[in-house]
């Protein structure tokens, strides 16, 4: 084969090569499909775009697929006015609606339903409908997840177009639970917040609101049965009815979206005793609850009971945590039931836990509870337990050998409270760590990221959140043979699905702080490349060959073998700033595979910037014309800071808190939530990072 031969070889395995690169790089979907295929085209979507259901067994009688439609066709457009002339476009270029099937009648919502989809749109045709097929409704609402960020405002025909037709995607979770926990307990989230939180979670498609509703600082929540347990609440305005309890779930329910209801018993409940006393051991010992007392045992039956009314889950989180217990052995009454009872505090906490499991399964539910119950006494638990690993690594492995299943939330990488928790370590946590076993590793439910409220409130809760919970929730949802072993490959994207999320109205903090991200456009025969100052692409007029300039209407892959062409035989002639620094290296590399000249040393200008603070630049919305969501940069290092106007970052984030103008009804706890008269601004306090990963306790 002749030297020529083998250089059109080798250009064009390097073509496919950076086709599938640049694919994977501009295709912004968050968390990544099982399987994608996509083409070059661009669609419009019709200026009365619709909803069609024909061949569906789904009646959406209570409108869940009817409102999912219309909610995702708002964010869409919410981005900008719609002002089209739709009379001038060319109707084979419009999509005029979404087409959805799903075979499932029901719509109940439970653990490991059927949340898998596929989403089909047509390059060419008459009457184009993009196609959605699910087994059930919530696995067409991913599918209407996904549609919505394949749609972009097009800021020259002021509509909303979809580049890269056809598309082909099959999508499933990889796991069952993807979920989230709030705490209203340290700090009250207001529920118009816990909705916004909800309708977030759905963006990434978590699928359980882990709802640690009550803790030792406030019991917020009605309890019909018991109805001075709130009396331990903050203030009057601090407090959840049972109506409001309901609408979180039914909110949570039209999203796809499981509510997990956690009693945390018997420590972490101190609060309990505002309204009744009598479940504190003694006034010197608040916590854990009166193990001696059968009142104590009434009361929870009386909660549960309550809860299952509301709480549609099959699972209930006991907690079960941090269970200092020595206060039972020092209290009279409660020491002489452990003799009575041939217990000492350890068996006492254990008889607790069981027994508690005991009046959940008695009202149907399959509990949840926190790791040290494993740890402590893991072979007496019901086999219906799940344990929520949370101390460290390492627990799921020992839970699933046991036969047990899990959950994952391992505080040293998945506690947003952690600051100094990077999105790369959250992206990195694998929850099937040594657990090679398939059947071992079918009991690893999934896991969770956990959003503690010491310090945080309605004000800054969901730039805490996110992105980094959008970092685990890919590891949770992607096949893990498609997630990627290096962070920065997925920077550019996860940077583009955080300016995403402010389109949408969340306050998603930056991966790091502000800089240009650069678009690609197209106009006529330029290729027009903006890029931040630290890229090294100047705007440019593509290369030109054998005479007749590769114009926009070329595919990439034509596009890229004309440069490397150009690039390779044209060497002396073209300045190598004249192209895109990955093509000239590439183009180098084939001049030394074909010996046509000897690799030189060169510095390369933009990319000797200290490790440290190496920055990744990418098109925060897509390599598009005119469709910049918003601008950012993506740090690999250091570590995420939680305010973006910070310049202390982690070790100095300001934390404000606003004071309730309301009537406190638990003095002992106004410490956490203040209930002065007026509105204030109180000093801004900074909180080291050591100081969180010293602490061991969740609260």
């Known amino acids: 084969m002749g030297q020529k031969g083998v250089q059109s070889i080798f250009l064009g395995l390097l073509i496919l090569v950076i086709s599938a690169a640049a694919d994977v790089k501009h295709l912004n979907i968050w968390p990544m499909p099982k399987q994608v295929n996509h083409g070059h085209g661009s669609l419009y979507l019709g200026n009365d775009f619709e909803l069609k259901t024909d061949g569906s067994k789904y009646p959406d009688s209570s409108g869940i697929l009817k409102d999912g439609f219309l909610r995702i066709i708002d964010v869409v457009k919410a981005t900008h006015v719609i002002d089209a002339n739709f009379s001038h476009f060319n109707p084979s270029l419009l999509l005029k609606g979404i087409h959805i099937v799903i075979s499932s009648p029901s719509d109940e919502l439970q653990h490991g339903i059927d949340e898998s989809y596929k989403l089909n749109i047509p390059a060419q045709g008459t009457l184009l409908y ?167 045992f009434k009361l929870i ?63 149907g539910y399959e509990i949840i509870n926190w790791e040290e119950t494993f740890n402590n006494f893991g072979n007496k638990l019901s086999r219906k337990t799940v344990v929520h690993n949370w101390l460290g690594g390492g627990v799921a492995q020992k839970v699933v050998a046991a036969g047990l299943r899990c959950i994952v939330s391992n505080q040293d990488v998945w506690y947003l409270d952690h600051l100094d928790t990077t999105w790369q370590d959250f992206y990195l946590n694998e929850p099937l760590t040594n657990i090679t076993d398939p059947t071992k590793q079918a009991l690893v439910l999934g896991g969770e990221v956990c959003m503690w409220g010491e310090h945080i409130d309605g004000s800054d809760i969901e730039q805490t959140i996110w992105p980094r919970a959008a970092a685990a929730a890919e590891r949770l949802w992607t096949p893990y043979d ?26 998603a903090a930056p991966l790091t702080g502000p800089d240009t991200i650069g678009t690609i456009e197209s106009k006529g025969d330029v290729i027009i490349v903006e890029s931040d100052r630290s890229a090294d692409v100047r705007d440019q007029k593509v290369p030109q060959s054998k005479g007749k300039e590769v114009v926009s209407t070329c595919t990439p892959k034509e596009k890229l073998y004309h440069w490397l062409r150009e690039a390779v035989d044209a060497h002396g002639k073209t300045s190598e700033l004249d192209l895109p620094s990955t093509l000239s290296a590439i183009a180098q590399s084939v001049r030394v595979f074909l010996k046509k000249t000897k690799k030189k040393k060169k510095k390369r200008r933009s990319h000797l910037a200290n490790q440290d603070s190496q920055v990744v630049t990418s098109d925060c919305q897509d390599s598009h014309p005119g469709e910049h969501v918003c601008s950012s940069s993506v740090l690999l290092e250091p570590a995420f800071p939680l305010h973006p106007n910070s310049s202390d970052g982690v070790s100095g984030f300001p934390r404000i808190e606003s004071n309730f103008n309301t009537t406190s009804l638990n003095p002992k706890m106004t410490s956490l ?14 909180v080291s990072a050591p100081q969180w990963r010293q602490r061991q306790e969740r609260g």
């Open 130 to 296: 993009a196609h959605i097929e699910a087994q059930t409704v919530y696995g067409a609402l991913h599918g209407l997840q996904t549609f919505s960020q394949v749609c972009y405002f097009n800021i020259t025909t002021r509509a909303i177009v979809v580049h890269q037709v056809p598309w082909t995607i099959v999508d499933q979770p990889r796991f069952s639970y993807r979920g989230l926990l709030i705490d209203t307990s340290r700090h009250y989230q207001p529920l118009l917040m816990i909705k916004k939180v909800i309708d977030s979670m759905s963006y990434a498609k978590l699928n359980v609101l882990h709802w640690h509703i009550v803790d030792s600082q406030s019991f917020p929540l009605e309890i019909p049965s018991y109805p001075k347990l709130w009396d331990g609440a903050y203030s009057i305005s601090e407090r959840y009815t049972i109506e409001d309890a309901a609408e979180i779930v039914s909110y949570a329910q039209r999203r796809g979206i499981n509510v997990l209801a956690e009693i945390d018993v018997p420590g972490h409940a101190l609060s309990w005793g505002i309204g009744y006393p009598e479940l504190w051991p003694s006034t010197d010992c608040k916590e854990p609850l009166d193990v001696s007392n059968e009142f104590t």
């Open 301 to 363: 039956d009386g909660i549960l009971s309550d809860f299952s009314k509301i709480f549609k889950y099959k699972f209930i989180h006991l907690g079960g945590d941090e269970v200092n217990s020595t206060c039972w052995e020092l209290t009279p009454h409660v020491s002489k039931w452990l003799q009575k009872h041939h217990l000492n505090s350890s068996g006492a906490y254990q008889y607790f836990v069981l027994r508690a499991q005991k009046i959940a399964l008695s009202h």
């Open 482 to 507: 498609n997630l990627p072993k290096d962070t920065a490959q997925v920077a550019g994207r996860l940077a583009h699905f955080r300016c995403l999320l402010n389109q949408r109205g969340v306050a």
């Open 673 to 686: 939530s203040s209930s002065s008269g007026t509105t204030t601004i109180k000093k801004v306090t900074a």
